[in-house]
């Protein structure tokens, strides 16, 4: 008899996401390219593996892929929690703040008031500046910057407006209860003045939090700029708990409207699956972009966790990864503009492949090749089965199941029997996405990690992104279809570490 080793807590790891090395986080914050560095700041408690003492945690890549932890960046103190916020690079010293010969990075960040505070119950925006590359901030002495009296305004984004309409620093922050994001401008980052707010719409079924607001080209035209409104709210995704939608439309410096809005007011739950989603699984919320990145790419980083069961999932010392970072773009798609997703990845990691074509699946077929860190990619053409997929994270007790319902048109992650699920009673499920075939068939790429899963459905139209926590001699992956037989056309396995 062979003795089944229960999974130890650090097994977990991520080899591929960032987690902190022994603390809490949540949110990315201050996303920025900055002099060679990706600079990633996060919601940390730098005392705990739960939530609590908010402060900007800190670490850097030159990749995006492996992340080095950095000292904490901007603590909480008796008066304050530094909630959401983001970075900028001020690059002609707009604010006053660089020192003479260094442009400052600026973070503007929530105050969230503690009752020490003459601002107690407030939440407010202020600025913390940096002149040595984003490593040491420092707080300037005028903060608030911006304080609207609310005790939910929160999570501003910030960036460098450059259009018919002038050149300023636009933000987007929330009121959260009322499902409305606000738009403000300024000069000099110090002194803002209001320019709009847009909602409530679409989904409305929780809280609205951490917006963005950024201009992408439509179908790779230049020439069709169309703006993009992320918007997180919690709960109330499409599969429980926390989630993020966008909006796609024209913002004219001052206005954002949208072209894409299913339901003004209040949510219609009838129609929650035609809301645009960010990423259609349980784990993926608080998604914001990166600045300053070189060639005008957008690319986007999110909590991989969920706040219904997110300060108990079973890691240890640290608690919650990031997602990987996603590339995004927008294509028209059945004649509306849709973000499509690419995770970016190191091509130098791409190494021990194996790959098969053209191979009938009728029941339940494993492939050799599997493992527990792996890129999987995977064309499926439908039979008669009415439902086809893969078992991933296998050891014969457990694993993880990916699926499509082509009569359903339905991508499925099936999660009940992936391994710890007993941590929470709102962990374990089965999560379903929208999918439609492209030329007859379903392609799929899937990455794997100690404790995640992220598909990326037909060229990134669809992603589901879900945490998992398996026993790490789970690594068989299999094929499998129910009620008839399914082709898969290629497939190819990448141990990714
Ligand atoms: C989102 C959020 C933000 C807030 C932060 C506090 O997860 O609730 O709205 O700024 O987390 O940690």
């Known amino acids: 008899m ?13 080899a591929m996401h960032y987690a902190s090395k022994d603390t809490w986080l949540n949110d990315p914050n201050g996303l920025i390219y900055y002099e060679g560095n990706y600079h990633l700041y996060y919601q940390n408690n730098p005392f705990g593996n739960v939530w609590g003492n908010m402060s900007w945690g800190h670490a850097t890549s030159t990749n995006l892929i492996t992340w080095t932890e950095q000292p904490v960046a901007i603590a909480c103190d008796e008066y304050e929690d530094i909630f959401s916020g983001s970075v900028v690079y001020d690059q002609h010293n707009t604010s ?4 003479g010969t260094v442009a400052p990075l600026v973070a503007i960040y929530t105050s969230a008031y ?25 707080k300037y002495h005028g903060n608030p910057v911006l304080n609207r009296s609310s005790a939910n305004f929160r999570d501003p984004k910030v960036f460098r407006y450059n259009g018919p309409a002038g050149a300023y ?46 201009p992408l080209p439509l179908d790779g035209n230049e020439d069709l700029i169309r703006w993009v409104l992320t918007v997180n709210l919690n709960p109330g995704g499409p599969n429980g708990g926390s989630a993020g939608q966008y909006f796609v439309g024209e913002f004219d410096g001052v206005t954002f409207r949208s072209e894409t809005t299913v339901t003004e007011g209040d949510q219609d739950p009838a129609r929650l699956t035609e809301y645009h989603w960010l990423d259609w699984g349980r784990d993926y919320y608080a998604a914001v972009s990166f600045s300053n990145v070189p060639d005008g790419r957008r690319l986007m980083m999110a909590w991989m966790n969920n706040w219904q069961y997110g300060n108990d999932i079973p890691t240890s ?26 995770a970016v990845i190191d091509p130098a990691a791409l190494t021990r492949t194996v790959a098969y074509t053209e191979l009938d699946v009728d029941g339940i077929r494993s492939v050799a090749g599997g493992g527990a860190v792996q890129l999987i990619e995977v064309t499926f053409v439908p039979g008669s089965a009415d439902e086809f997929g893969l078992v991933i994270r296998g050891n014969g ?24 699920t007993a941590f929470h009673g709102a962990f374990s499920s089965i999560d379903t996405a ?19 899963v992220e598909i990326f459905a037909q060229d990134g139209e669809v992603t589901l992104t879900e945490l998992i926590f ?24 990448t141990t990714l570490a």
């Open 470 to 493: 398996p026993d790490p001699s789970g690594t068989g992956v299999s094929l499998y279809t129910s009620g008839g037989t399914a082709k898969v056309a290629s497939l190819r396995l």
């Open 114 to 138: 503690k009752e020490n505070s003459q601002h107690a119950g407030i939440q407010a925006q202020s600025l913390a500046w940096s002149t040595d590359g984003g490593y040491t901030w420092s």
């Open 397 to 420: 007790n457990e694993g993880t199941r990916i699926g499509i319902r082509p009569g359903d048109g339905r991508l499925l992650v099936d999660r009940t029997v992936s391994g710890n």
């Open 317 to 342: 010392p640290w608690r919650s990864p990031m997602s990987l970072v996603r590339e995004v773009s927008l294509v028209t798609s059945e004649g509306t503009p849709h973000l499509t997703q690419q």
């Open 96 to 99: 006053g703040l660089g020192d």
């Open 434 to 452: 929208p999918l439609r075939a492209m030329d007859g068939a379903y392609s799929l790429r899937i990455f794997v990690d100690h404790c995640s």
């Open 169 to 214: 620093w636009v933000m987007v922050a929330v009121e959260a209860l009322d499902f409305t994001v606000v738009m403000y401008r300024s000069d000099d980052l110090k002194s803002w003045d209001y320019l709009s707010s847009f909602g409530p719409a679409n989904a409305t079924g929780g809280v609205w939090e951490c917006p963005d607001l950024f």
């Open 2 to 14: 062979t003795a089944v080793t229960a999974p130890t807590r650090e097994a977990f790891r991520p």
